[in-house]
């Protein structure tokens, strides 16, 4: 039986690249090659797009690497590859973007993938741009009936007055992710500086209430009704917010935070967080796979934090841990994924 050949992109033009390439690690020693013939789309911090033989210690500059890109032109689907001066056409079944963040997680990548007509695996242009973007997925959430935050958007020349909010906030970017740019601002007085560190990431800047409760997740997988979930994780923070992405060694765990899985709450909890995971999945149009983070407050109303549409899949991530815990490893959450956006599935 031939192999399913898959390209798998990975890194991007983001300050989301590191981990992006950290999850195709994972993914290249969890996916079963017996079953997938891999294609190693390699976009390095620049922006260059290059063919390689994987996602190891350097991929950008390897003598096996070729510059390559996913043509638009859906005669070809697939790649071009850049070898002796001449393009070649390298058909794909299907692509795996590991990537995260902007240009990869936004509807940027998933729109180039419709008009190359290649089948793909996660949230579909308009679910990925819709939760990157944290006051349009409360705006939709809550009009489906959903707790969130109170909130305040910020435009780029905008000055808040600080005297408005009720302290403390959250400040972070309204499009980006693993949270890059974010600041606890306990008083009014440094809402400015966390208004222009905010600016750093994302010209449209979210002011956000902080939500008494404890922190949890939960890993969805899967179409419409036929919804899988893992099992919650809580994070026990010992102060600050969750943020391991910023840690120089998240490898070797966090200094502020443990996520806990599964999560030390009680069963009905646990149920409530999986059931609230699913209908904010739901409303936000999501497919394939997401995380979605939530508050669990202490009279036990689920609030939404935010949605990943393509969750990290490094060593350490969330998600796969969520999912082993439920008994789904790795592989496993590969192969479901890969099925769900073969062709004849409706999109």
Known sequence: MDRLKIGIIFGGASEEHPVSVKSAQEVAKNLDTRKYEPFWMGITA???????????????VGDDSHAAMLSPDRSVHGLLVLKQGRYEAVRLDLVLPVLHGRLGEDGAMQGLLELSGIP???????SSALCMDKALAYTVAGSAGIATPNFWT????????????????????????????????????????????????????????????????????????????????RIALSHGFFGIHQESRPESGSENSTPIVPADIPVEMRRAVQEKARAIYRALGCRGLARVDMFLKDDGTVVL?????????????RYPRMMAAAGLPLAEVIDRIVSLALPGRIR
Not at 212 to 229: F, H, I, N, P, Y
Not at 305 to 317: A, K, L, R
């Open 305 to 317: 934090n935010e949605v990943n549409t393509f969750p990290g899949m490094t060593s350490y991530s």
């Open 154 to 233: 910020v435009t780029a020349d905008e000055k808040p007055d600080p005297e408005l909010f009720a302290y403390p906030v959250f400040v972070k970017p309204a499009r980006s992710g693993s949270s890059f740019g974010v600041s606890k601002v306990p008083r009014a007085e440094e809402l400015a500086a966390a208004v222009q560190t905010a600016r750093q990431y994302d010209s449209k800047v979210l002011i956000e209430e902080a939500v008494a409760g404890s922190e949890v997740g939960c890993a969805v997988l899967g179409d419409d009704l036929e919804l899988v979930t893992g099992e919650p994780d």
């Open 46 to 60: 620049g922006g260059a797009w290059k063919l390689c033989d994987g996602p190891g210690a350097g991929w950008e």
């Open 120 to 126: 793909y695996v996660g949230c579909d242009v308009q």
